[in-house]
């Protein structure tokens, strides 16, 4: 039977998992009718709230071997809440939804491991630059009976060997070190109350291992209610079990960028400076000298000619640019004193802290 691929609205997008009717779950499988509670393999139909059976779903026949235990994150409906087509696709996982996926298939299956004896010559040809090389390696127990995993040895070597079963986004240069972040947030050191991970390091200064709290609670049970709702549908499944991104509902597939705001009307859009301190500036005197406008005779010739000529060259200047005139300069001096006649010196005033010209 081939798996309803469409929305809820008929279109093949990504959508937010709409708030259905709160069902609960029951540990039975709708299809065979037998008990699932002891399965590691069901996943909940939104409609009547059956945990069913991977193996018994129609849609997943071709590729129910590929997923992996514990995995429920799912937008699944089964055939008797649809009418006879089951509706099966892939919700958006996070970093600590993948790092928990896979310390549960880590602990659960010991076939799968990266260096288990069966996979120690495909661990070999795999890491052919040697990023998950490490002195460590699980699984260990150090006396708590929880089963402990190297961090990039067992659990970045899995994701990488099972990346395309999560994702179709490329690998980041520090997707590792976003494996690892999600293990140490999401800690019982971090979080004491309701930890995923139990840290190594820790309690048996073992670095870089980590084992699951609990083992049998399967990764989606501790989302919160407000996650639950914010669920995102963003694959379908093709008949091999590979993943099909669901094209965005914007037009271009891309997040809006965040725009300035537009400026109001009869503005120029052009951000206006913030005035200077307010006060009386000191005048400047036709000599070319700052100072308090009793030394009207003074004159300066210095090496760019007169201060005068200067002052007209910026005018100038401010007119090419179409600048409206300043009523007060941009910088203004505060003298306590006449400044002197001839070349610059040190003021010998106690009042004074630099040099005054």
Avoid at 168 to 181: M, V
């Amino acid at each position: 039977m081939a798996v309803d691929n469409s929305s809820e609205n008929g279109e093949d997008v990504i959508t937010k998992d709409k708030l259905l009717p709160k069902v609960k779950q029951v540990s039975k499988c709708s299809y065979c009718e037998s008990n699932s509670a002891e399965s590691l393999k069901t996943v909940p139909c939104l409609g009547c709230g059956s945990r069913c059976h991977i193996d018994c779903i129609e849609c997943t026949a071709n590729f129910k071997d590929k997923i992996l235990l514990g995995d429920d994150f799912f937008h699944f409906k089964c055939l008797k809440c649809t009418g006879g087509q089951e509706r099966f696709k892939r919700y958006h996982l996070s970093w600590v939804d993948v790092v928990h996926i896979t310390l549960f298939n880590l602990t659960h299956n010991p076939n799968i491991r990266p260096n288990s004896s069966v996979n120690i010559n495909r661990a070999r040809t795999d890491d052919p630059t040697g990023q998950f090389i490490s002195s460590e390696h699980g699984p260990q127990e150090y006396g708590d009976s929880r089963v402990y995993f190297h961090y990039k040895a067992d659990v970045a070597k899995f994701i990488d060997q099972h990346w395309s079963y999560f994702w179709t986004k490329s690998r980041g240069e520090t997707w590792i070190n976003s494996a690892s972040s999600a293990l140490s947030t999401n800690s019982t050191e971090n979080v004491p109350a309701d930890g995923r991970f139990e840290s190594g390091k820790a309690k048996y200064n073992k670095n870089g291992m980590w084992a699951l709290t609990d083992d049998l609670r399967f990764p989606s049970s501790y989302d919160s209610p407000q996650q639950q709702k914010t669920r995102t549908i963003m694959y379908s499944f093709a008949e091999d079990g590979s993943l099909i991104e669901l094209r965005t509902q914007s037009a271009n597939g891309r997040r809006k960028r965040r725009t300035e705001p537009t400026p109001k009307s009869g503005s120029s859009g052009v951000r206006s400076k913030k005035p200077r301190a307010s006060g009386t500036p000191t005048s400047l005197s036709s000599s070319g000298y700052l100072g308090a406008g009793s030394n009207s005779g003074n004159h300066y010739d210095g090496e760019y000619g007169s201060l005068s000529s200067l002052v007209a060259s910026s005018s100038k200047r401010g007119a090419r640019g179409k600048r409206e005139a300043k009523s007060t300069w941009s910088i203004s001096m505060w003298p306590d004193i006449d400044n002197p006649q001839g070349p610059a010196h040190m003021s010998r005033e106690e009042t004074h802290a630099a040099a005054q010209f």
